[in-house]
């Protein structure tokens, strides 16, 4: 964290704000429905199962497995108008323990090594002061 973080800042809102505080704490949080038990993501203010308001944040495990992956390019950030600097190798999707899935990067793996079901487990990025991202590793 010595250098300011320059990248994109995630938007906090009131829905999602219990996650980027659980990682904050290096504690991977969702909400889990009362009614049907579903955990989601992304947050939002009811079940998408079974539009239940009626939910409570909880901790989860942090492993899952890779369910797809890309390897970034700087095109691909170029094109979107981003900074190339310091683009992470690419982008997963993780399918965790408890069943959602999230997009994120995995860390301490080559590109060419990531492959599908690979067990992965949460990693805590502290970018900035008052930011951290939930980052994979290879488990």
Do not use: Q
């Amino acid at each position: 964290m010595s250098e300011p973080y320059t990248k994109m800042l995630p938007g906090i809102s009131n829905l999602n704000r219990p996650y980027w505080e659980g990682l904050r704490r290096h504690v991977l949080t969702l909400p889990e429905c009362d009614d049907c038990g579903l955990i989601w993501y992304a947050p939002s203010p009811w079940c998408p199962k079974c539009h239940s308001r009626n939910f409570k944040w909880i901790e989860l495990t942090g492993k899952g497995h890779v369910n797809a992956w890309s390897e970034l390019k700087g095109t691909h950030a170029t094109l979107l108008g981003a900074p190339t600097d310091g683009l992470p190798d690419n982008a997963v999707e993780i399918t965790l323990e408890e069943g959602p899935r999230l997009i994120s990067n995995l860390v301490g793996v080559e590109p060419g090594e990531i492959r599908t079901g690979m067990p992965v487990t949460v990693v805590y990025d502290d970018v900035a002061e008052d930011l951290t991202l939930a980052r994979f590793k290879p488990a």
